[in-house]
């Protein structure tokens, strides 16, 4: 119930009459006065930072922005500074992200049937040297039949050994792993080569955007100091 009321609040906020309240009252959204309220920008997403129960209200945006001396309560710098705050948050999110895809797991996780595989390929290997031994005793003492046999069972190990040494045992769980990026913007685990319909409702959804404009409020704020 505090919640559904926090999210009324937050709802009816912006219809509040600037009558009832000056820009530098407790009750004002004073990052809304600069120029948004990141509260807003993730509603029911995994970065969501909770309804803003205080007033947004353009008029009072518009007293603030006109005011002579608004550089003087110091609201600015405060938002630039919880702008930087959030990013710093996510940047450090991005960097353990890419760690874990850089990560290289020990040989036996990367390939855990590794030693059987090769364990296999030297008993095929060593019966295939022994049926060729065979082959050519069998030849120079004129046992034609035995040697076609022979010959027959040396061809079906060697596409079993052929087969072994082109099969791909690599845990199919990393594999997927390394098919992963992080956008570098609002932190999101991408599969690389996605559907452009997947990338594009990525790119619109609300914290890439959210961050997004974040990171550009940033910029320019810096560029302009």
Not at 4 to 28: G, I
Not at 30 to 54: Q, V, W
Not at 102 to 110: G, I, K, S
Not at 209 to 218: N, P
């Amino acid at each position: 119930m505090d919640y559904q009321r926090q999210l009324l609040e937050e709802l009816m906020a912006p219809f509040e009459t600037s009558n009832k309240h000056n820009f530098w009252d407790d009750a004002v959204c004073k990052h809304f006065l600069i120029k948004f309220c990141p509260n807003s920008l993730f509603t029911n997403t995994k970065s969501d930072l909770g309804p803003c129960t205080k007033v947004h209200d353009e008029k009072l945006r518009k007293q603030y922005q006109e005011a002579p001396d608004r550089a003087k309560y110091g609201y600015e710098i405060k938002f630039y500074d919880y702008l930087q705050s959030l990013c710093n948050d996510l940047d450090k999110k991005i960097r353990k992200g890419n760690d874990r895809l850089n990560v290289r797991p020990d040989d036996t996780l990367l390939n855990p049937n590794k030693d059987e595989k090769e364990e296999k390929m030297i008993i095929l290997d060593e019966k295939i040297k022994e049926l060729l031994v065979k082959i050519e005793e069998a030849g120079e003492e004129g046992r034609v039949q035995e040697a076609q046999i022979l010959t027959k069972e040396v061809e079906t190990l060697q596409k079993d050994l052929d087969f072994l040494k082109n099969s791909d045992d690599s845990n199919p769980l990393f594999k997927q792993e390394r098919r992963m990026l992080v956008c570098d913007v609002c932190g999101a685990f991408l599969v690389t080569n996605d559907t452009s319909n997947r990338m594009d409702a990525h790119l619109q959804g609300k914290q890439h955007t959210g961050y997004k404009q974040i990171r550009e409020t940033l910029h320019e704020w810096k560029v302009r100091i």
